[in-house]
C-alpha cells in the first residue's frame, strides 16, 4: 500500500526541505518504505535522499542533511503506516474464540503482526509472516521477537493451530535464530495436547538455541463459559499446574547449570492453581516475560517488601485507614499473604482483599486482568470497603478507563460509592496507595495522615 504522509511537523527538516501533505513517500535513499519499521530504520541517518510521489503520479527527490537519529518529522493516518496484519490461524485454544457476543469491537480482532512483536511484545506465530519481512528482521537485527511456539512438533502445531502451514513456519524461528536474533518464546499449554512429553520435546528442540532463545515462558490456556462448538478442553488441576512446574523447574535448573540461565520458566497461574509458593525474584533472572504473567507476582513482593522497609519500624498513631483491593480468585491468597507484614507494622490500617468471582467469563477463569467492571460491582454492591476500592491497572484497558465490559471507573465509583484508585503492577506504588502517600523516595510512618 503507497504510504502516505498525512502531516508534516512544523519546523521539521522535512517541512524545511519542502515535503507536503498528500505526498506518498517512496523511498529513503533508495531502500522502499514500506511501514514504520522501513521509515524508522532508514531515517536514522544523516543524509537522506527522499524520493516522494505526488497524486498525479509525479515523482521528486528531495535532500535533507541532519543530527544521526533525529526525526525528520513526518507523520501518517496509522502508526504502522498500513493496516494490522490479522491472524489466519484457528487455534483450538484461541480465547478470543471464547468471548460472549455484543462486547466492542476492537476485542475480536486477532493480531499476529511481527511489527508489533518488536514495537509493542505483541507475540506472533510466524504463519502470518512473508519472506521480505523475515529478511528484514535479519538484515535490520530487530530483537527481541516474541514468538507464539505451542510446540515443535510440525504436525502436531498444524493441528493446534488449525493451519497446514503451521509446521513449516517453524523453519523461521530456526533461521532467526541462526542469525542471531533474540527470541523470547510462549507456549499456551493445553491438558494432554502439548504438555507431559511432548513439552519435554519442544523444550529439548529448543533450549540448545541459546542464547538466541533467550526465554521459554509457559502459559496455561484459558477456558470460559462460551466454548460451545469449539475443540473440547478443559482448565489445568492442581496436579496437572504441578506437573508442569516440574516439568519448568527441571529444564530450567538443566539449563542454568549449562549456560547460566535457567531460560525455562512456568507463568505465575500455574504456582496459583498448582497451590505452591511463587519462587523469589532472583529465580527469574532479568525478567524476560514480565509481561506474560512470568514472575510478576515475585517482582511485586520483592518492590512491595523493599518499599515497606522505607517505612518506619513502629506505627506512629494517627488517623485509622482503611481500604478494600478486588482482584482475581487465583492471586487473592497470594496478595493476602503480602499483606500480612504490612498489617502487623501499621496498627491502624486495614487492608481487606476481596476475590472477585468471574461470572463474565465463567468461574474456570480466575485472573485479575479478566476481571470486569460489572462483577466488581455486583459483587462488591452494600459491602463496607472502607476509604477507598484499589484495582490493579491489569484490569482496564491500554487507556486505563474501561473495563473488559466497557464498564468504566467512573461507573464503578458511582455504584458502590466509594473512590477508586488504578494501581500499576508495582510494589511501591501499591504500598503508598494502601497506605495513603508516597513513601518511595524516603521513609515515613503508617500513620495514614
Avoid at 314 to 333: C, D, F, H, I, N
Wanted: glycine share 8%.
Amino acid at each position: 500500500m503507497p504510504v502516505k504522509i498525512a502531516a508534516v511537523d512544523v519546523n521539521s527538516a522535512a517541512e524545511r526541505a519542502g515535503i507536503k501533505k498528500g505526498e506518498t513517500l517512496v523511498s529513503i535513499n533508495g531502500k522502499e518504505i514500506f511501514d514504520v519499521l522501513d521509515y524508522r530504520f532508514y531515517e536514522t541517518d544523516r543524509t537522506l535522499q527522499i524520493l516522494l510521489r505526488n497524486v498525479s503520479g509525479e515523482e521528486r527527490e528531495v535532500r535533507i542533511v541532519k543530527r544521526e537519529y533525529q526525526s525528520i518529522g513526518l507523520s501518517f493516518d496509522t502508526y504502522l503506516m498500513d493496516r494490522q496484519h490479522s491472524c489466519r490461524n484457528r487455534c483450538i485454544f484461541c480465547f478470543i474464540d471464547q468471548l460472549p457476543p455484543g462486547m466492542r469491537e476492537s476485542l475480536y480482532f486477532k493480531d499476529d503482526d511481527s511489527r508489533l512483536s518488536f514495537l509493542f511484545g505483541n507475540y506472533v506465530t510466524l504463519t502470518n509472516m512473508s519472506e521480505r519481512e523475515v529478511d528484514r528482521i535479519i538484515a535490520m537485527h530487530i530483537s527481541p521477537i516474541n514468538i507464539s511456539v505451542h510446540t515443535t512438533n510440525p504436525d502436531l502445531r498444524c493441528k493446534m493451530m488449525g493451519n497446514r502451514f503451521a509446521g513449516k513456519s517453524l523453519e523461521i524461528l530456526y533461521r532467526l535464530a541462526q542469525a542471531g536474533i533474540r527470541l523470547n518464546c510462549q507456549f499456551v499449554l493445553c491438558p494432554g495436547i502439548n504438555d507431559g512429553a511432548e513439552l519435554e520435546r519442544s523444550l529439548n528442540d529448543l533450549l540448545p538455541l541459546y542464547p538466541a532463545v533467550q526465554s521459554v515462558a509457559l502459559v496455561p490456556l484459558g477456558v470460559t463459559r462460551f466454548r460451545e462448538g469449539l475443540y473440547p478442553l478443559k482448565p489445568y488441576t492442581r496436579e496437572g499446574a504441578q506437573a508442569v512446574i516440574e516439568t519448568a523447574e527441571r529444564y530450567g535448573a538443566s539449563a542454568e547449570k549449562r549456560y547460566g540461565k535457567r531460560i525455562c520458566y512456568a507463568a505465575d497461574e500455574f504456582y496459583l492453581k498448582a497451590g505452591m509458593p511463587i519462587p523469589r525474584a532472583e529465580f527469574y533472572g532479568e525478567f524476560d516475560q514480565l509481561e506474560n504473567g512470568v514472575g510478576l507476582l515475585a517482582n511485586l513482593k520483592q518492590e512491595f517488601e523493599d518499599a515497606r522497609l522505607l517505612l518506619e519500624d513502629e506505627a506512629l498513631p494517627g488517623k485509622q485507614r482503611s481500604v478494600t483491593m478486588a482482584t482475581g480468585v487465583a492471586a487473592q491468597p497470594f496478595l493476602n499473604q503480602l499483606l500480612d507484614g504490612l498489617r502487623n507494622q501499621c496498627h491502624n490500617l486495614t487492608c481487606n482483599v476481596v476475590a472477585i468471582r468471574n461470572e463474565f467469563f465463567g468461574e474456570t477463569i480466575t485472573v485479575a486482568g479478566l476481571v470486569t467492571g460489572g462483577d466488581i460491582i455486583r459483587q462488591l454492591k452494600g459491602r463496607p470497603l472502607g476509604d477507598v476500592l484499589l484495582l490493579p491497572r491489569v484490569m482496564l484497558r491500554y487507556e486505563g478507563d474501561v473495563f473488559l465490559d466497557d464498564v468504566t471507573v467512573e461507573t464503578v465509583e458511582k455504584e458502590l460509592g466509594i473512590p477508586v484508585q488504578v494501581v500499576q503492577d508495582d510494589g511501591y506504588e501499591l504500598l503508598n496507595a494502601i497506605i495513603g502517600g508516597d513513601r518511595r523516595a524516603e521513609g515515613g510512618s503508617c500513620s495514614g495522615r
